[in-house]
């Protein structure tokens, strides 16, 4: 590995660094990289826009796009710098990752020209957020189970169905919608993916209280949504290949876990007391922390291998699918030590009445929905046995079943 930037990439860093410096305030030291995944109002909503809205002006949102769609035309490593830089600063974060990450990716493969001349350069500029419609209340990990269905009337399709945890849609404009229009075929080969605007007549979303104390999950249902078939993403039946071009961008946007990490809890503990002594001079606790400690430094150093790889011109292994298997579980453990150190101020969830402004309280609550989003820890863990390690497949009796004739529970 190399861990040195190039004279290109150095000049970039430096580019990239003057206009944050010009643009947002630095960190101080010891703060935390990112209270929460999204911030949640419409001022936090606005900010982001205006963020994203600078940034693209200054040729630093999609700086791997084509320059015809707004894009800098830059490299993957220079996307990377732009990234590391960033995170040093305060800027609003988390409207934009699923449509910029997932989304519009997926329509730079499968939308028409004229398409990507519409709806690119507002999203690029954030004057459009997108959000991802696949998960159904009986079709999660296992994807290809959906029911949602879509059915050909003349030129347009008329859905009906519902998606749940989506993230965003009450604030979203558009979203990539995922459906079943061939029951009699395999589940994978009989779907078919569409774009919608998501305030087409038949389009409801309804807001999901969290346990956090958010809400940016939400329920969406279809009642004979009609689109046209113009707005249809790759060929009929075609679904679940338009789909792997998004769930692989989601891997790599979803990626490392926020905080608090391996630091943010050392800073807890020097200030803590077990039994009447520095919590730090617990041998316990110290055997925690270097355990949390390696790990940081190993998942650090494999994605400064995929840094590498990008700054090579090389496409990265399944560095991503490592990196967030393990910092989902890294962050629940460390949250759940935090709260068992804090004691009775635990259960404490009023910020400035406890240390770290009650971080490891909204962490353990969000902890949990890290090892779902993006691939759960089942499928993650199978994809590297099967993809890297070479083992055997899990069996798949329903492989070649038409969708119509999988077992179904029995109604109630």
Not at 144 to 149: E, I, M, N, P, V
Not at 320 to 344: C, R
Request: charged fraction near 25%; aromatic fraction near 8%.
């Amino acid at each position: 590995m190399d861990f040195n930037d190039t004279p290109e990439e150095a000049a970039f860093r430096a580019e990239a660094r003057a206009f944050l410096d010009a643009n947002a305030t630095r960190k101080k030291p010891n703060e935390p990289a990112q209270r929460s995944r999204y911030n949640e109002g419409p001022e936090a909503l606005a900010q982001s826009k205006a963020w994203q809205a600078k940034k693209a002006a200054a040729g630093f949102a999609g700086i791997t796009w084509d320059p015809q769609w707004g894009g800098r035309g830059g490299t993957s490593i220079q996307q990377v710098i732009w990234n590391q830089e960033e995170a040093n600063y305060n800027v609003p974060r988390g409207h934009f990752e699923i449509g910029l990450g997932m989304c519009i990716p997926t329509m730079m493969h499968y939308a028409r020209p004229e398409q990507l001349k519409r709806y690119v350069g507002p999203a690029l500029r954030g004057e459009e957020i997108w959000c991802q419609l696949f998960s159904e209340p009986s079709a999660g990990s296992d994807l290809a189970g959906l029911r949602t269905r879509a059915v050909r009337d003349g030129d347009d399709w008329v859905i009906n169905g519902q998606k749940i945890w989506t993230s965003g849609a009450h604030y979203c404009d558009y979203g990539i919608l995922i459906t079943r229009t061939d029951p009699n075929a395999p589940k994978h080969a009989g779907l078919t993916m569409f774009f919608l605007d998501m305030k087409t007549p038949g389009v409801e979303v309804r807001r999901i209280k969290q346990i956090s104390g958010t809400s940016n999950f939400n329920e969406v249902f279809f009642t004979n949504v009609r689109l046209p078939d113009s707005q249809r993403l790759g060929a009929v039946g075609g679904g679940w290949k338009v789909s792997l071009t998004t769930l692989m961008n989601e891997r790599l946007a979803v990626g490392q876990a926020p905080g608090p990490d391996s630091a943010d809890i050392l800073q807890l503990v020097r200030g803590l007391t077990i039994d009447g002594e520095p919590a730090l001079a617990n041998a316990a606790v110290r055997d925690r922390l270097a355990d949390w400690y390696v790990k940081t430094e190993g998942l650090k150093y494999t994605r400064f291998r995929s840094i590498t790889a990008l700054s090579r011109g090389q496409t990265p292994g399944p560095e991503a699918s490592i990196t967030k298997t393990v910092s989902a579980t890294k962050l629940q453990e460390i949250a759940s030590f935090g709260m068992d150190l804090l004691g009775q101020a635990g259960a404490i969830m009023e910020p400035d009445s406890i240390p770290a402004q009650g971080w490891f309280q909204e962490a353990l609550l969000y902890a949990p929905g890290m090892r779902i989003a993006g691939g759960t820890d089942e499928i993650l863990r199978n994809i590297i046995a099967e993809r890297v390690l070479g083992m055997p497949a899990d069996v798949r009796v329903d492989k070649d079943l038409p969708f119509s004739e999988l077992p179904k529970g029995a109604a109630k």
